[in-house]
């Protein structure tokens, strides 16, 4: 009989909410501020949530830190191998690009998990 790895688990659940975590500060608070008061903004970062659900196939199961962060993290993976750089000083969230738009609505997405998965 094999026994689970719990401390390997226990890591990657760890590292997954970091990720959230970590673009949560980046990106996350305040884009969503801006979006409370940007209707364009927010109708065009709940597109992108819709996208990403679909994408994870959130209609057939529930979405979990570890898919929203895996997600989040093969977005910068793949936009910096075309360039991208994370924004240095604060973001113009009245004009943002595709890719902070969907990193945004990751965030959004992660907001409405059970808060325990993100302690």
Not at 30 to 40: C, E, R, S, V, Y
Not at 70 to 94: Q, T
Request: glycine residues 8%; contains cysteine.
């Amino acid at each position: 009989m094999r026994v689970p790895n719990r401390i390997a688990t226990r890591s990657a659940a760890l590292a997954a909410r970091s990720t959230l975590t970590t673009l949560t500060a980046a990106v996350g608070t305040a884009g969503l501020a801006a979006a409370a008061t940007n209707p364009g903004l927010l109708a065009a970062v709940d597109q992108h949530a819709a996208g990403v659900r679909d994408s994870l196939h959130g209609d057939r199961r529930p979405l979990t830190v570890a898919a929203l962060a895996g997600y989040a993290e093969g977005l910068r993976d793949a936009a910096s191998e075309h360039g991208w750089a994370p924004p240095v000083g604060a973001v113009d969230w009245s004009a943002p690009d595709w890719l902070l738009t969907r990193l945004l609505a990751v965030c959004l997405l992660a907001r409405a998990l059970d808060p325990r998965h993100l302690a």
